[in-house]
């Protein structure tokens, strides 16, 4: 067998802009590599805390230093990139264009597939941590419009712990607390929706309450994590003949 070189590392197939943070990861969270079933490598954009992501639009001048570790993760052999933040999701053109390989800037790039699997009529809810902060230039950034596919943005509670944890940045956290929030939400999501068809979470730190809120809503629930595993199986085929 003849093998090529040309970086340090192998056998990392999806490379993880992340924020600058400090706050826990429980296993399922983005940044957490027991979340997934293949190694994964990580790259921290130095000064990119969530304050300065979590507003209406994420601040320009991030974009140079977002784009320079995507850069460097390609050089260290990634074969696909993506971000712990869905609010990135304005910056998915700009990055995308940097790299030669896949860059998916948010988990909101799967919308457009979530919609064409779903009955017509049908709404996606998109859940976030502050929902006032979501508008439709998130959803123009990865390539859709509310106009064109029906959606309906579920937000937390004001003095919810998830935005004290993830966007302030507290170093210590309830899985219990947070598990009654997410259940919470959910339940606020389905009486509120019409016609509810599935969830998609924009929060990459949601994701270890995907399966309680999926027993809740009896919804499919869509995440970064799906997005993750749907790449990462699409640049490492089965070989099903050999």
Known sequence: MKLRGGTTNYGETI???????????????????????FPVRYKIV????????????PEPALLEPFKAAARELEAEGVKAITTSCGFLAPFQKELAAAVNIPLF???????PLI?????????????????HHMNDSHFRGVGWSSTDIPVQI?????????????????????????KAEMIEMTEAFMASC?????????????????????????????????LINFVYRASNPVAFLR
């Open 154 to 178: 579920q937000g937390m509670k004001p003095d919810a712990q998830f935005p004290a944890i993830y966007i302030l940045g507290r170093e210590e956290l309830d899985t219990d607390v947070l």
């Open 105 to 111: 800037a948010s988990s909101l790039i799967q919308a």
């Open 46 to 57: 130095r000064g990119a805390h969530p304050t300065r992501i979590m507003g209406d639009h």
């Open 194 to 226: 019409k016609n509810p068809g599935a969830i998609l979470f924009e929060c990459t730190n949601m994701c270890p309450f995907s399966k309680d809120v999926a027993e809740v809503s009896g919804l499919p629930v869509f995440d970064i994590n799906t």
């Open 15 to 37: 490379g993880i802009l992340m924020l600058d943070t400090r706050f826990p990861r429980p296993r399922g969270d983005i940044g957490n590599a027991l979340s997934y079933d």
């Open 115 to 131: 919609h064409a699997m779903l009955p017509p009529g049908k709404v996606i809810g998109i859940f976030t941590e502050r929902g």
